[in-house]
């Protein structure tokens, strides 16, 4: 598995809380990506980061904000965490070579439940 | 933006048989075309991935084939084993303003290798 760990592993946290959830990668790659996994609705992109402070909205992108001060960290923050923001969320990290983009590594997953 | 749909949902083969699954995509723009394996629990892996200046790509008893026009692309697995049971995720992406804006991926098969 590519240098990717994420923290936390697991968290149960209450509706209208804050969290932030963490990538770090040792690889020193460029793109960083935050997707999250439901039943059903396979991989979804909420942002991703083309480099230290560059950062762009994906797909389900409302109630999420990221940031990246570094380029081996890409954090993720649910401003006021609601019900339906439980689920599997997945960091991703590539290159991009050549003209074309790289394999998409993803790291072990954060399962958060919204209480 | 991208869509791409993939069928079967569920797909059920006998051991030592094929399996394809099938992945339709809507942006002309896209050019990269990953497939990807989760078992239960784990991160998503790479199994093979093809380029739009590709038809078909091979590695041992994974193949995948693409066709550009028809904005379709399959996998193939041949001699099915046990081994091989786990979810299959599809994915297309593609560059824009130079950079790697992230994957949209199918909703995933579950494969189901009989004994």
């Known amino acids: 598995d590519a240098g990717i760990t994420q923290s936390p592993r697991h968290k149960v946290t209450e509706t209208g809380t804050p969290v932030t959830l963490r990538c770090h990668q040792t690889?020193?790659?460029?793109?960083m990506y935050w997707y999250r996994q439901d039943p059903g609705h396979g991989l979804r992109l909420i942002h991703y980061s083309y480099g230290v402070k560059d950062t762009d909205k994906g797909e389900v992108s409302d109630g999420y904000s990221v940031s990246r001060s570094k380029t081996e960290d890409f954090l993720l923050t649910l401003e006021s965490a609601t019900s339906s923001q439980t689920s599997v969320y997945f960091c991703a990290i590539s290159e991009w070579a050549g003209g074309h983009q790289e394999t998409q590594y993803f790291g072990p997953g954060t399962r958060l439940l919204v209480l | 933006g991208e869509n791409v749909e993939q069928h079967p949902s569920t797909l059920s083969v006998q051991e030592g048989d094929s399996a394809v699954i099938k992945c339709t995509y809507s942006?002309?723009?896209?050019?990269?075309f990953p497939w990807y394996k989760q078992e239960l629990g784990k991160r998503p892996q790479l199994i093979i991935d093809i380029r739009s200046n590709v038809g078909e790509k091979k590695d041992q008893r994974i193949a995948v084939t693409l066709n550009k026009t028809a904005k379709h692309f399959s996998l193939h697995i041949t001699e099915t084993q046990p081994e091989d049971s786990a979810v299959y995720f599809c994915a297309g992406g593609g560059e824009s303003g130079g950079g790697a804006d992230g994957l949209t991926f199918g909703k995933g098969t579950h494969l189901i290798i009989q004994p």
């Open positions: 690889e020193n790659h460029r793109y």
């Open positions: 942006d002309s723009a896209s050019n990269y």
